[in-house]
């Protein structure tokens, strides 16, 4: 049956009205200048867009509901970064066969095969872990938020073993050897990340950071100088 890896972003329990804000691009102007730019382009526009952004009901129940679908190995390991990317390394390290993803968006690559010709990154690492060879099979739980469909990816559909799932659809055990969560900073807003880090302390796993920077919020107490900066971004 093989090992899995549980991938899950922060963007599945994220829900905006502002349709998609979000980067495949990230760097520090992604992460967290944009953020800036943005709140105060609102604030100029007489709207604050933390309101914008709710969390899903679901948030505070995942990690109960996810263990009565799925089964975590005794030696398991955990990892917390920024960048989806890493699922990549982390599923080859793990000898992880399979992947249950719990995403906004299904990372299979965009633009049909041909995106799986260029390097690994964080919008192609599944289609990657498929097309290398790496893993067997996927299974992708959308976001209940996603505006993304299965046939979008029609081709990725036809080449490789993907299911698109909810939790009810698991009839089978699938034994869990890797967790690994992300934060998806260009697509998630700084203002939250107090409740990712709750939300990542609540797996009650020890875990490894591989790559997740501390972003400060603190829009009160920014200088006119770092304003205009901002909105230079």
Not at 137 to 161: C, L, T
Request: glycine share 6%; aromatic share 16%; hydrophobic share 35%.
């Amino acid at each position: 049956m093989g090992k899995c890896l549980l991938s899950v972003d922060w963007d599945y329990f994220i829900y905006t009205e502002k349709g998609t804000w979000g980067s495949y691009i990230e760097n520090k102007r992604s992460l967290i200048d944009l953020w800036y730019k943005r709140y105060i382009q609102g604030k100029v526009s007489g709207m604050d867009i933390r309101e914008s952004f709710k969390l899903s009901p679901e948030l505070d129940s995942f990690w109960e509901r996810v263990r009565k679908y799925l089964i975590f190995e005794k030696d398991i390991r955990a990892y917390v970064s920024d960048s989806h990317v890493w699922s990549y390394d982390i599923a080859r390290e793990n000898n992880c066969s399979r992947v249950c993803l719990f995403d906004s968006h299904s990372d299979l690559g965009y633009g049909g095969l041909s995106a799986l010709n260029f390097e690994v990154n964080c919008s192609n690492w599944l289609g990657k872990l498929l097309k290398d060879g790496y893993i067997k099979e996927a299974f992708i739980f959308y976001s209940p938020f996603a505006s993304e469909k299965p046939e979008h990816f029609r081709q990725m559909n036809d080449a490789f073993n993907i299911r698109y799932c909810s939790m009810d659809d698991l009839t089978e055990s699938i034994r869990v050897a890797a967790v690994h969560i992300c934060r998806s900073g260009a697509w998630t807003p700084p203002w939250l990340d107090e409740r990712f880090n709750k939300f990542v302390d609540a797996l009650g796993i020890p875990y490894e950071i591989k790559d997740c920077p501390e972003r400060k919020w603190d829009p009160e107490h920014i200088s006119f100088a770092d304003e205009i900066n901002y909105l230079m971004a």
